[in-house]
Each structure stands twice: as C-alpha cells, then as structure tokens.
C-alpha cells in the first residue's frame, strides 16, 4: 500500500515537473523506470501508476481551462467529432490513464523478471 | 508463460508510445495532441496570460522596445531599420508564424507536403504557373540590384528564425500540432515568394475563353456585348484629364491573324468576380477640418488567421502604421506622419497565352520566326505526405512555362500553351513599400511606385501637405488595340508584346479639380488615353456609387467615410429591377399565388439597400440568377470554356432591346424573348424562395448569403466562423459576399491633430485558443472600427503587454 502511493506521488511529479519539457514518451518510460525501482506489486503498479498520469492531466486540462476560458477545447472537440470539452477532458485523463498503467506495469514486471533470472 | 505476459504488456506500452505520436490519414496523432503539457491544451493561452517582459535577440545594434495596444496592436520602437525589420520578423511570427508559413508553402506548391496526396492538382497548377520560378529570379535581382532591399529582407528573415528556434514543441501553433508538421526556417525568397501569391489572388485572363467565344458567336457579337469601354464610364482617373506627353508607337502587324481553333481545356481557376477593393482620398477643400481623408478597403476572400496584420513600426526618422501581410515587410496599406496611402487591384490582362509548335513529342525545340529554338525544361518534384514525390516536367519557352500541355488539363497531344506574364519579370515590389513607409511627400510616393510591377495596383495617396493623388501602377506591357485578347500563335514574332508603357506615362492624377480621387477596379481610364487597355473583369457599379456619392458630399467627416465604406446601396439592382419589373408587367398577377403576389409587391417597394435583415436582396439576388441563366446558359458547352457576358451588359441589353433574337434559344420549339424569360425567373424564384421560407423560415439576406470566414484549412471549421451576420454583397460599396469582402477598412484623416481608423474580420492572433483571434469580427460586421492612430513610446496609454528586446 505504501508502495503504490510512492509511486503514485513520484509519477504526478514527473508528469508535472518534466511533462513540460518532454513529450509524452519520455514520460512513459520515467514512469516504467519509477516504477521498477519502487517496485510495487503488478495490480498496484498498474492502478496507481495509471491514476496517478490520468489525474495528473486531468488536473492540467482542469487548471489550463480554468485559468485561460479558452474556447480552445470546445473548437478541438468539435473538430473531432466530441459532444463537448468535458468528453474531451474525459479522453486526455483516459488516456493519461492507459499510457500510465501499462508504463508502470511494464516497469514492475521488468523487475520481476529480473529478480526471478537472479 | 511470465515471459508471454511480459512481452505482451511490454509491446502494448511500446505500441501506445509509438501509435499515439503517429498521424494516419487525417487523423492527428492523438497522443501529442492531447498531452496537457505539449499539446493543444497549451495553446489555450492568450498573448496577455503568456509573455516575456525581456527578450535577448541576436543581431540586435540598439535596444528594441514593442509595445502592445488593447487590441494586441504591437507598437514597435527601435532605433534604425536594420533592428525594426528584425524585431517585425519576429513578432509576425510569434503570432502569425503557421499562417505566413502556409502561405509561401501554398505559393511554391508544396501543400501536399503537408496534408497529402489531394493537393496534388493544386499543387502542379501552381508550379505550372511558375509562382516559385518567378521568386527565384526575383531574389537573384534584388540581391545584385537592390543590395540594400536585400539587407533588410535577411534581417526580417533572422528575426523570424530567431522567434522559431526560441520556441519550444509546446509553443508551436495548433495547425503544426494537428497536421503534424514543424516549421522550417524563413529566407528572403519567402518573403518574395509572398508577394507573387498576391500577384496569383490579383491576376486573371480570360485569353482562352475569348477565343472560343470569338469562334462561336463572332466578332462582331463580341464587340458589342463584351465592348472595351462601357456606356457610362466613370473611370479611376477623372475623364477631364488631359494626356500631356507623346505615347510610344505602336499598331497591329498588316494581315496578322489570330488562330482560330477552338480550345479544349479544362482552363485554369480566375480570382473570383466580386474580388475587388475600393480606395480614395478628398481634398481639404471637401472636408469638415480642412484635412485630406484617405480611405482603403481591399476585398479579398475572408480567411482566418487574418490576411492582414496591424502594427505600428517606429524608428527615430520616421513613425508608420497600417496593414501588414505577414512575411512581408513594412506596412502595405496604411499611413505615416506625413503621406497616406493605400491600394486597390487594377485589373488588366497583364496574362497572355501562345500557342507552341514543338518539333517532336520531346519538345526540346519549338517554331519561332521561323527557326527552331531550344526549350528548356524544369523538373519540380512535388514531395507528398505518406508517398512518394510526384515529378511534373514542365517546358519553358522564351515565353515562358507551357502551362497547358497533354499531361495537365488537357489530353490533346497538340495542346502547348505558354503564359506570358509580368509577374515573371525582375522586379522588386517589397522596395516600393519600404520606401512609402519612410516616404513624406508626392514626389516620394512617385519614386517609391517606380519599383512596383505586379500585381498592378491603383495606388491612393493623400498628404499633411494637403496633396491627394492616385496613380495606376505596374509594368503593362505595349500593346496593340485588341493584342492579347486571345490565344496568340507563338510562332510569329508580330504577336510579341512590343515593350512596356514607361512608368511616367502610367494613368495618374494629382489634385484633380473635383476634390477628390477614387478607385473602385473599374477601367483605368477614358478612351482618351492613348494606350490600349483590356481587362475582362473591370468593375462597373461600386465606382459609380462611390463617384456619385463623394461628387455630392461636402463638410465630410470621418464618419461619413465610414458609413460610405459601409454603404449597402445596390446599384445593379436600382437599375435592373425597374426594367423586370417592366417586362413583368403583361403577367397576369392573378396567375400568381399568394407567395409570389406577396414578393412582387416587397420589390416594388424596395430602397435597394442590402442591410442583414432585408428580404428583398434575397428575392433580387435569386430572381436576376435564374434570368441570366436563363438567357446565357444555352451558350455553355461541355469542356468548352468561355465567359458570359456581365451584368451590367446584360442589364443594357433587357432594358434596350428586349426583342432582340439573343433571347431566344434555338434549341427550344418555342421563341424566347426578354418577357418571357423575366417570367419564367420570376416563377423560379418563387418556388425556391417559397421553398427557403419552408426549410429555413427565414429568407432575409444575411441568412441567405451567409458570409463565412473560414480557416485556411477548410476541414477546420470549428476554427471558421459561418453565418455572420452583416450586409452588403458583390458590386456594392461594402461589398461582403459570401465567401468575400473588407478584408481590411481603413480611414485616416491627416494633418496635426489626425487621427486613423481601421478594422478587419478577425484579429491580431493567429492562434484560434486566444481571445485576439476574432475579438474583432463582431465591430467588422457591425460596420465600427478601432483607434488606429500613430502612438508615440512616451505617451502610450493604457498599454496591454511590454517587451524589450536586447541585444
């Protein structure tokens, strides 16, 4: 339990602190990298990891929204064919999610692997 | 098993980190795109939640400080020109950079570098058109003949680099971030580059289609429903001029013949008729101050991010402030402490086609005065997104590029057209506006236009010294009465333009004793002038308006040239309407059912203006449409182009000979005449009105013409905006159509306490998150405008943003 919320405070840095220096990838494997060395279990791994980014860029879509009153997200959603901003908010924390979970996974199973070669 | 599940997460991790920075087909790469941190989240700020207070700039000899208005209007202050082109190179791009960007790629024809495969005919067309070759050159001669233009244009092109290499991937603007491009580095040829893009928007002809009209109806019908002067001529310069130097000779070769075969092609895209501008300037005797007022409006197609973009450029000797077009340098239309000016297109075919005669398919070697003459031939490899690069060899002849040949829109083996056109001459336009923007008297505007080629424009001009002036420039070649007109045979020499018109001898005025000057595209001139001049396209309504209304003003003020740039009187239709009407007249009303009694009745009452909320537009506009179809549709013929005649033509010819045969169509049993085709429209507009009032329940005029302003990509439209509200339409003095209109008003009234108004549909962003990007669209439709006048650095109040660029 301690483990994964280490990981989950590690990742929201990372994705806060260098998100804006790096693209995505970049953080994918940071975050694949956090989680081998804490080195929680796959189910915590995965979850924490993936709420962890998922929230961390809802939190930015949330603040950047707020904060500019842009119609940005409204003109985006419609050019792709969204209902509105909140599907499109909806979809970056989706996504933030799946790129999370399965780069904090793939970080704890390398190190499972590993271990178990030892 | 373990290995199995590793691999398995692993290749999904890898595959979300790969796919998602891809782009497939037209799908953006959704990853990059919506990553809060880089992607189009970022570009949700506005200039004024996300700026710099200082900037370090390479190159820089003094300190440069910018500052920008309310509107984000930036006000640049530096010390010398070689800093203030370098600092305008800069901020264009920082808020226009996609857009100055796409456009010299839409000049060169590379977009299907950018969005693929269906660019592909566009982008050979503009090729073909020898848009780049004509930058190429044009960069070769400014920097042998006008190193000092050179200077300026590299130190234009640095700031732009500069401004590129400072911004970081989350910086870039959004249309980068969805087609999923970066921008490449500026140059001089870009800015030139630029310049022939307006000349391509500007120039049109009409060589082929009056070839085949001539072949199909003859020469005498099209001497007299296509005539070179109009009935009543209200030309650019005043009629009572007088034209006191001696014209070059020139007459038609004894016994040449034009060639007579019929041309099948599908012929190139024209600038839409209704693209236009209006300009002019009163004397102090005609206004309430006593001070010169000089107004502009150019009419382009309306687009977002906006054509033009506002600023004031200041350096210690002198203070200007106008329209700019990002990528060019200095301001295009707009004012300085002493002199005004601004443009408008002057038409004139200024595009001529010759016929080539090669010696074998090859084409290495061409029929002329007899002899064979080498060609030369320009391989351009068209690079397409996601395929491969398409090659287009395209022959050049002395001429210039064979547009036309059996591998582009045309399949005929003996179809080899060359273009002929000024805007591939040396020459060096940007040195005109550089030199307006410091100039201060007549004598200066003069010299600054003598380096002006293509696009020809005429060139509006008023003083602080009280001097008002208008001048028709460009390089117009010599030619003799009807040269040019149509397809010409380049093999014989006696076809070759026969020089140029000395810039001297160009239409212009100065102080014309009617107290004001005025342009609005019509024809250049009366037929006093001793040159010959054609154009298919000259305007014939907006001038008379325009002349007839500053004819009758006196005391003017500011205002009232606003209202006159807004002015929605609908001259075609107060001179048509009364004649079908007329010709309606035998209709038996009863015939008509409620619907149709209802609409004759709104036009009889009309006051043929066109404001949003009028109804009667609407019915006019639909009922003159379905007429002249009705009258010049039988002439169309498959894969044949031609033109119709214009509506001021064909308004003449309804009102004076409607029993003339050209009414009737042969192929019908039935006799057609002039009644019976305004009835048969008028039952037409009817039931589409009717239908409009079904579907729509609305059928005023802004809902029915729906002017648009649409982003340069047209897939985006959430970026566009549809349906705005606002009147006018082609042919009027406001003359917002649907896709066209003001892409900028401007009023500037000169002298001590002068001050300067302008407006475009858009706003100064480039960026479709901030809040500058159409903040002023809404004062545009509205007809009001915002305080353009010079600002010193002391005494700016109310700044938005400050920055100071340091060396």
Known sequence: MKKSLILFVLIALIVLI????APYWVLMIGVAIVSFVVGAGKVSSFFSSGLSFGLAWLGLTLYISIKTDSELPKRISDLMGLENESMLMLGTALLGFVIGAFSGLTGTMTRRMIERND | ??????????????ALGIILSLQFGSVPPIGKLLDPNQGFWQNSYSEDMDFQETFDLKNLAEPVKVIYDENLIPHIFAENEKDLYRIQGFITAKHRLWQMEFQTMAASGRISEIVGPVAIELDRMTRRKGLAFSAESALLYVQKEHPDTYELLEAYADGVNQYIESMGASDRPIEYKILDYKPEAWSSYKSLLLLKYMADMLVGDRDLEYTNLRNQIGQEMLDKLYPDYPEENDPIIESEKIW??????????????????????????????????NNWAVSGSKTKNGNPILANDPHLSLNLPSLWYVMQLTTTSHSVKGATLPGALGIISGFNEDIAWGVTNATRDTRDWYAIQFKDESRTEYLYDEVWVKSTFRIEEIKVKGQIAFLDTVVYTHYGPVVYDKNFRSDRKDVNFSLKWTAHQESNEQKTFLLLNKGKSHDDYIKALNHYTSPAQNFVFASKEGDIGMKVQGRFPLKWEGQGKFLMDGKNPDFEWKGFIPNEQNPSTLNPERGFVSSANQHSVDPSYPYYIFDHSFEHYRNRRLNNRLREMNQISVKDMMDLQFDNFHLHASEALPVMLDLLDSMDVSQMDEFGIKYLNQLKKWNFYSSPNQEEPTLFFVWWEKLYEGIWSKWKIEGKPIVLPNKYQTTGLLKKEPENGLFDNPATGEKETAKSLAKASFLEMVEKIKEI?????????????????????????????????????????????????????????????????????GGQSGNPGSKYYDNLLKKWANGEYVDVSLKSEANFFNPLLITHFNN
């Open chain 2, 693 to 761: 009032e079904n579907t729509e329940k609305d059928y005023s005029w802004a809902n029915f013409k729906k002017t648009s302003i649409l982003h340069l990509v047209p897939n985006f439209k959430s970026f566009s905006h549809f349906n705005v509200y606002t009147g006018g339409g082609a042919g009027i003095l406001n003359a917002t159509s649907e896709r066209h209109g003001a892409s900028w008003r401007m009023i500037v009234e000169m002298g001590e306490n002068g001050e300067a108004w302008g407006i475009y549909p």
């Open chain 2, 244 to 277: 006191d130097f001696v014209p070059l000779e020139v007459s038609k070769p004894e016994g040449l013949e034009y060639p007579t075969s019929d041309i099948f092609v599908n012929s190139l895209p024209q600038p839409v008729e209704g693209i236009g501008s």
């Open chain 1, 18 to 21: 260098i998100g804006p220096y």
């Open chain 2, 1 to 14: 098993m373990k290995y199995i599940g590793f691999l398995l997460v692993f290749l999904v991790t890898l």
